[in-house]
C-alpha cells in the first residue's frame, strides 16, 4: 500500500480500496521498516498527518474531491509548516519551530494533502551530497554507502524507498533534479517566480525554485497544478497564467526540436551517462521530435559565476542568524559582540562558513567589481546564451551530472571536486529557465541515471509533456530500490 504513484493512491481512495488512514498507516509502516536504513527524515510529524488523514476521509465519505485528497506528502526542511520544526538541517535552527505556512504547504493543505514529515537535506541548502546535515547522513537506497545528491537529497531518497507518495524540494544550483537522478525519480525545477517562495528559507534569493520530486511525470504535474501559481505575498512570484500541467500531458510532441548542448558532451562525463542519455535522446527521435545541434558557450563559466554570486546572497541572507531574535545563542560570551561571533561559529556547519565568507569577500569594498559585478554580467551572457539557442529549439536535452552517485565521503576534503557535479544544472538557474530530471537508464554498478530536459521560461507544460510521452514509451520509471 506504501508503493503507488499519487495519481494511482487518489484513485484507489476514490475507490475506497483503502481509507486516507489506512494508506497513511502503511506508509509510516514503510518509515519505520527502512529508514533507519536511508534516514530520509529528520522530523515525523504523526499527529498533524493523522488528523489530516481523519480530515480527508471524512470528505471522501461525503463524496467531496481535491487534488491531493489523503495522499501522504514529505517537505524538505526549510519550507516552513505552522507549529512543525523547520530546522535547515542546521544546529543554529535545531529549535526553531515555525510559526506560519508557507504557501506552498497552505496550497498543499487546501488541496486535502496529508503533510507525514520534513526530509533532511545538506544544511541550509549548501552541498550536492546530502552530508552536510548537522542532523545525520542521508543514503541513497539503491546504495547504501552512496550518496542521494543534494541538497534535496532527503526528498529524493523518500520517493525512491517508497517512505511517501512524493515531496517538495527546492533547487538552488541542481538540489532538485541531481538527487532526483541519483535516486532513479523525477524531479522538476519550475521557471523562477512560477512557484512562490513566501516561507522558504533562503540561500540564494534569486535562484532559489520549489519544485515536486516525485515517482512519475504525471504525479510532478498534479503537485505542480497545486503549488504553482502568482501569490501576492512573493514579491519574485511571476503574474502569469497557470497552464493546467495534467491536461498538457496529451497533447502532441510530434515535430518539436530538441536542443543537443554540444558543450555537455565531453571531457569528463562518464561513459555510462553519456551512453544512457545518447539512448535516450535517439527514443525521443523514434517519438517524432527532432533533434538540433545547439551551443551554450558560457557553460565553462556558470560554476565559477554561481558560487560567487549564490554565495553572496547566502552571505546577505544568512546575517540575520545572529542568535538574537530566533535559533541558537551561544552560552559563551562575556559581550554583544563575542555573542555574535560565537554564535555562528557554533551554529553553523563548515560548508555554510566557507560559503558566507566567500560571499562577504566577493560582496567587500575593493573586490565587488572584480567578482559581484563581473558575475552578475557573465550571468546576463549565460541567460543570453539560453535565449539563442531556443530560437532553434523548443527544449533542449542533456545529462544532469557527470557521473552517476558517488560514495559517501569521497568528495567532502575536495569543495571544488564537489561544486564540479552540479556543471550541468545550474546554467538552468543562472537563467531561471525550467528543468526536469527523468530516469533514462542505468549505470554497470545499477545506479539510475538521469536525462534533463530544458525548457523556455514558464514552458513547464511542454517539458511535463515531452517528460511523460518518454515515460511512456520506456520503463527507466519502474525500476525501484531493493531494501
Not at 106 to 112: E, I, P, S, Y
Not at 188 to 214: C, E, H, N
Request: one cysteine or more; aromatic letters at 8%.
Amino acid at each position: 500500500m506504501h508503493q503507488p504513484t499519487i495519481a494511482q493512491a487518489k484513485h484507489q481512495l476514490l475507490e475506497k480500496k483503502y481509507s486516507a488512514v489506512e494508506l497513511l498507516d502503511a506508509v509510516y509502516k514503510r518509515i519505520d521498516a527502512v529508514d533507519d536504513q536511508v534516514q530520509a527524515y529528520i522530523h515525523l510529524t504523526r499527529d498533524i498527518a493523522h488528523r489530516q488523514a481523519e480530515e480527508a476521509d471524512k470528505k471522501l465519505a461525503a463524496g467531496e474531491d481535491s487534488p491531493l485528497l489523503g495522499v501522504p506528502i514529505a517537505l524538505k526542511d526549510l519550507i516552513c509548516m505552522k507549529d512543525t520544526p523547520t530546522t535547515c538541517a542546521s544546529h543554529i535552527l535545531e529549535k526553531f519551530v515555525s510559526p506560519y505556512d508557507a504557501t506552498v504547504v497552505q496550497r498543499l493543505k487546501a488541496a486535502g494533502a496529508v503533510l507525514i514529515g520534513k526530509t533532511n537535506m545538506d544544511e541550509f541548502a549548501m552541498g550536492s551530497s546530502n552530508e552536510n546535515s548537522y542532523f545525520h547522513v542521508t543514503k541513497n537506497p539503491w546504495d547504501l554507502s552512496r550518496v542521494p545528491g543534494g541538497s534535496s537529497g532527503g526528498s529524493g531518497a523518500a520517493v525512491a524507498a517508497n517512505e511517501c507518495m512524493g515531496a517538495l524540494g527546492s533547487d538552488t544550483g541542481g538540489s532538485i533534479r541531481q538527487p532526483a537522478a541519483f535516486c532513479g525519480i523525477t524531479g522538476l525545477k519550475p521557471t523562477y517566480g512560477r512557484v512562490s517562495r513566501f516561507g522558504l528559507v533562503a540561500f540564494a534569493s534569486s535562484f532559489d525554485q520549489i519544485g515536486p520530486m516525485t515517482k512519475t511525470v504525471e504525479d510532478a504535474a498534479i503537485l505542480m497544478n497545486v503549488i504553482g501559481g502568482h501569490d501576492p505575498m512573493d514579491s519574485t512570484s511571476a503574474d502569469v497564467p497557470l497552464p493546467d500541467f495534467t491536461a498538457a500531458l496529451s497533447n502532441d510532441i510530434k515535430g518539436l526540436k530538441v536542443g543537443i548542448p554540444k558543450e555537455y558532451f565531453g571531457k569528463g562525463l562518464d561513459p555510462n551517462v553519456e551512453k544512457a542519455v545518447q539512448e535516450a535522446i535517439k527514443t525521443l527521435e523514434s517519438m517524432g521530435l527532432q533533434t538540433v545541434e545547439v551551443s551554450l558557450p558560457h557553460t565553462e563559466y556558470a560554476v565559477a559565476t554561481y558560487y560567487i554570486l549564490a554565495c553572496a546572497e547566502a552571505s546577505a541572507n544568512l546575517s540575520r542568524y545572529d542568535g538574537v531574535k530566533y535559533g541558537y545563542r551561544s552560552e559563551h560570551a562575556d559581550n554583544l559582540m563575542d555573542m555574535y561571533t560565537n554564535t555562528r561559529e557554533e551554529g553553523f556547519g563548515e560548508e555554510v562558513k566557507r560559503r558566507i565568507l566567500l560571499g562577504t569577500f566577493v560582496l567587500s569594498s575593493g573586490y565587488y567589481d572584480a567578482y559581484y559585478l563581473k558575475g552578475q554580467k557573465v550571468r546576463t551572457l549565460i541567460k543570453q546564451d539560453f535565449d539563442e539557442a531556443y530560437k532553434k529549439c523548443d527544449l533542449m536535452a542533456g545529462p544532469i551530472a557527470p557521473a552517476p552517485a558517488f560514495k559517501l565521503g569521497e568528495k567532502l576534503d575536495d569543495p571544488l571536486q564537489m561544486y564540479l557535479s552540479d556543471i550541468f544544472t545550474i546554467s538552468a538557474n543562472l537563467a531561471g529557465t525550467p528543468a526536469i530530471s527523468i530516469p533514462c537508464g542505468q549505470s554497470q554498478d545499477n545506479l539510475p541515471i538521469g536525462l534533463q530536459l530544458m525548457g523556455k521560461h514558464f514552458d513547464e507544460a511542454t517539458l511535463l509533456n515531452v517528460a511523460h510521452k518518454y515515460q511512456q514509451a520506456t520503463e527507466h520509471h519502474l525500476q525501484h530500490p531493493v531494501l
